[in-house]
């Protein structure tokens, strides 16, 4: 098992296998959260942080494999049941002609509706998540 480890901060992570991957939240020491439990297989880790005016703010870390069709349903129910900000990031493998790309996919189709029915922002820019050798892929 893989430990994270870096000074004055508390890593929270889920490993997908022996060959590497998932996803992790780096949170600074002096921040008060809870891990929020995620019943699911894939690599989704989420925590809420306690801010100074009393409100919530709920993080969500998700990778969602080329391979396989995003599921937002953990986003859904935190949404149905919290009252709070919700900041999700990640690498989902969406893609989607109306997001910039140049094609689109079916996790695309669902992310795309998931923002538009529920007012999320996309804040997000060109630069490739992924690179190997040469070849650079968004």
Not at 2 to 24: E, P, S
Not at 76 to 86: A, L, M, P, W
């Amino acid at each position: 098992t893989t430990r994270l480890n870096f000074n004055n901060y508390v890593a929270i992570y889920k490993c997908r296998n022996q060959y590497g991957g998932g996803c992790a939240l780096i949170i600074k020491k002096n921040i008060i959260f809870d891990e929020i439990p995620i019943s699911s297989n894939s690599d989704i880790i989420g925590v809420k942080l306690k801010l100074m005016d009393n409100k919530d703010l709920i993080v969500f870390s998700h990778y969602n494999p080329p391979t396989e069709e995003l599921s937002l349903d953990y986003l859904r129910n935190t949404i149905q049941n919290e009252n709070s900000i919700i900041i999700t990031c990640g690498d989902f493998n969406a893609k989607n002609v109306l997001l910039g790309n140049t094609v689109s996919n079916k996790s695309g189709d669902i992310l795309l509706d998931f923002i538009l029915d529920n007012n999320f922002l996309i804040l997000n820019n060109d630069d490739p998540t992924y690179s190997e050798n040469y070849r650079n892929y968004t």
